[in-house]
């Protein structure tokens, strides 16, 4: 059964970096077209996706906020850890990671996300 | 911002047939994978359709989806009212170093 949770400080400071951490199990990310994806939804608004890496270590990020992002896996210890820099109350957001099965199987199964708050 | 446009609001009375459009362009729908999203209130998203049209493990076939070029569609028949919720489509895009891209999110009223 695969499963993933979302962990991280639930307030930050305007300009300060936040680091989440996705932990997950029931699945590899050394596996073949396996990948771990983060989403992120501000209240009341859209789903926006943010970054994902996958198996091979490849990562993407969205184009708008690449510059504020990285994304990396610990596969020893099934972690992957999403860090955004700069924080501004306009990130005040649920974030969720996810999984992802493969090319055509996008974000399978989500952790129950995590809200974080920007504020002074 | 989103990238994919659906419309904003749907509605329908228990067993009705209702559909969501979801319309993109060449470097999204156009060449990739479609799935689908319903967010129950308060709740994470659920896959509802992968590979434009299947549907995993315990979805009821009362949801189905297309996809012709650059648009998509997903149809809920016989309406129920605990399909009440968000619905989402989205892509990966092309574009740039390629990144997935979510719809603008369809509230649907039963």
């Known amino acids: 059964q695969i499963t993933l949770k979302e962990s991280g400080p639930t307030l930050v400071k305007p300009t300060e970096t936040l680091t989440l951490t996705c932990s997950f199990s029931g699945f590899s990310l050394d596996s073949t077209s396996v990948g771990v994806g983060w989403i992120r939804q501000p209240p009341g608004k859209a789903l926006e996706w943010l970054a994902v890496?996958?198996?091979?270590?490849?990562?993407r990020y969205s184009p708008s906020l690449q510059s504020r992002l990285t994304i990396t896996k610990d596969t020893s210890k099934n972690h992957v850890v999403l860090t955004m820099t700069n924080m501004d109350p306009g990130d005040t957001a649920t974030y969720y990671c996810?999984?992802?099965?493969?090319?055509?199987?996008?974000?399978?199964?989500w952790g129950q996300g995590t809200l974080v708050s920007v504020s002074s | 911002q989103s990238v994919l446009t659906q419309p904003p609001s749907a509605s329908g009375t228990p067993g009705q047939r209702v559909t969501i459009s979801c319309s993109g362009s060449?470097?999204?729908?156009?060449?990739?994978?479609v799935q689908w999203f319903q967010q129950l209130p308060g709740t994470a998203p659920k896959l509802l359709i992968y590979g434009n049209n299947k549907r995993p493990s315990g979805v009821p076939d009362r949801f189905s989806a297309s996809k012709s070029g650059t648009s998509a569609s997903l149809a809920i028949s016989g309406l129920r009212s605990e399909d009440e919720a968000d619905y989402y489509c989205?892509?990966?895009?092309?574009?740039?170093?390629?990144?997935?891209?979510f719809g603008t999110g369809t509230t649907v009223t039963v």
């Open positions: 989205a892509a990966w895009d092309d574009r740039l170093s390629g990144s997935y891209v």
């Open positions: 060449s470097s999204n729908i156009g060449g990739n994978y």
């Open positions: 996810a999984h992802r099965r493969g090319a055509d199987y996008n974000y399978d199964l």
């Open positions: 890496i996958y198996w091979d270590d490849d990562a």
